[in-house]
T-cell receptor, first 112, second 113 residues
Framework: EPEVTQTPSHQVTQMGQEVILRCVPI?????FYWYRQILGQKVEFLVS????????KSEIFDDQFSVERPDGSNFTLKIRSTKLEDSAMYFC??????????FGPGTRLLVL | QKEVEQNSGPLSVPEGAIASLNCTYS??????FFWYRQYSGKSPELIMS????GDKEDGRFTAQLNKASQYVSLLIRDSQPSDSATYLC?????????????FGQGTTLQVKP
């Protein structure tokens, strides 16, 4: 069964460093998303991506964040200068239909 | 007002019992709802989607939607210890047409052997 994959599973970084989180969505899906979940809190939307451009972003998704789909398979989230409060689980999701979303296993990001 | 609300629990049921998980939503115009299961430290796993009033069954799971009362529930029959997890209710944000999901806080279910 097709699934969303994410790498790395864990990332530890120093405050101020750049990180790139990678995702391979399900191959025939068209809509891509990033969510994050701070420990003990809700899953919260960061950004949606369709037709090679951002379709919506949340207030959290400020200038430090960017997304790319550099080729036909990968979908990346870059955080340019990490802050302590960026520590969270980051989930990539994809969908063929706009709403039925399948989540990847997540990347646990720890900013020290 | 929160868009999607759940009781955080924990909800504790004995093995073999029916677990009932509830979710309310604020936007009367919401059309679709999703239940995800999340084991500790893992990602949300889609269990059920429901779009129409009434019940939808899939194995041991039944989703129920009541649009008039603005609630959606998930019943788990013959609960097993492996069902112990946090169950997330989600709905697309009405303010958006990109499919972004709004999640509830999640209800933690404990199934005791």
């Amino acid at each position: 069964e097709p699934e969303v994959t994410q790498t790395p599973s864990h990332q530890v970084t120093q405050m101020g460093q750049e990180v790139i989180l990678r995702c391979v969505p399900i191959s025939n899906h068209l809509y891509f998303y990033w969510y994050r979940q701070i420990l003990g809190q809700k899953v919260e939307f960061l950004v949606s991506f369709y037709n090679n451009e951002i379709s919506e972003k949340s207030e959290i998704f400020d200038d430090q964040f960017s997304v790319e789909r550099p080729d036909g398979s990968n979908f990346t989230l870059k955080i340019r200068s990490t802050k302590l409060e960026d520590s969270a689980m980051y989930f990539c999701a994809s969908s063929g239909l706009k709403e039925t979303q399948y989540f990847g296993p997540g990347t646990r990001l720890l900013v020290l | 007002q929160k868009e999607v609300e759940q009781n955080s629990g924990p909800l504790s049921v004995p093995e073999g019992a029916i677990a009932s998980l509830n979710c309310t939503y604020s936007d009367r115009g919401s059309q679709s709802f999703f239940w995800y299961r999340q084991y500790s430290g893992k990602s949300p796993e889609l269990i059920m989607s429901i779009y129409s009033n009434g019940d939808k069954e899939d194995g041991r799971f039944t989703a129920q939607l009541n649009k008039a009362s603005q609630y959606v529930s998930l019943l788990i029959r013959d609960s097993q210890p492996s069902d112990s997890a946090t169950y997330l209710c989600a709905a697309p944000a009405r303010s958006s047409n990109t499919g972004k999901l709004i999640f509830g806080q999640g209800t933690t279910l404990q199934v005791k052997p």
